[in-house]
């Protein structure tokens, strides 16, 4: 697997709290991504970013943010969670060039907005 | 912006058989078709992939054609066993994009 790292795997959280996902690689890739994959629905794109605090939405980005500061990390932000938005989290990574589409997936997170 | 249907949602064959799952896409200018597995609680790895200007790729008992005019492409499984069955997913990823977009995915059941 390629070098990347969800954190944490598992969360509980209360609806309306503030919810912070990390995502970090240690490949040096250009590309990162943020996916939620709900049963019937398949991977749906969130955000994802082509660069150091370069990032844009994906088609279900609304109640998300995102931010990247340095390369190897991409932090996905529920700025109050709802029960919409239990689903399970996967970070994607592309590298640079004429592969910059084959993407690679982290172990994900499942979370669960109560 | 590109729409990627896939079919069917689930399959099930007995081992030793063919498996075959097709997607299809709406925009002519996505050149990239991957295929992903995701086993039960783990990541979707990434399996098989072709680009546009090649119609057929294989990689020992899988195999993915594509057919540019129809906008369709397939995944094909042969001699199918246990350990095949899992959740497949196509994607399509549009000419001069990094970005994918996912079919919603295929669950594939095979018997012993």
């Known amino acids: 697997d390629a070098g990347i790292t969800q954190s944490p795997r598992h969360k509980v959280t209360e609806t309306g709290t503030p919810v912070t996902l990390r995502c970090h690689q240690t490949?040096?890739?250009?590309?990162m991504y943020w996916y939620r994959q709900d049963p019937g629905h398949g991977l749906r794109l969130i955000h994802y970013?082509?660069?150091?605090?370069?990032?844009d939405k994906g088609e279900v980005s609304d109640g998300y943010s995102v931010s990247r500061s340095k390369t190897e990390d991409f932090l996905l932000t529920l700025e109050s969670a709802t029960s919409s938005q239990t689903s399970v989290y996967f970070c994607?990574?592309?590298?640079?060039?004429?592969?910059?589409?084959?993407?690679?997936f982290g172990p994900g997170t499942r979370l669960t907005v109560l | 912006g590109e729409n990627v249907e896939q079919h069917p949602s689930t399959l099930s064959v007995q081992e030793g058989d063919s498996a075959v799952i097709k997607c299809t896409y709406s925009d002519s200018a996505s050149n990239y078709f991957p295929w992903y597995k995701q086993e039960l609680g783990k990541r979707p790895q990434l399996i098989i992939d072709?680009?546009?200007?090649?119609g057929e790729k294989k990689d020992q008992r899988i195999a993915v054609t594509l057919n540019k005019t129809a906008k369709h492409f397939s995944l094909h499984i042969t001699e199918t066993q246990p350990e095949d069955s899992a959740v497949y997913f196509c994607a399509a990823g549009p000419r001069g994009s990094e970005k994918l977009v996912f079919g919603k995915g295929t669950k594939l059941t095979v018997n012993p």
């Open positions: 970013s082509y660069g150091v605090k370069d990032t």
């Open positions: 490949e040096n890739h250009r590309y």
């Open positions: 072709i680009r546009s200007n090649v």
């Open positions: 994607a990574i592309s590298e640079e060039g004429k592969f910059r589409n084959e993407q690679f």
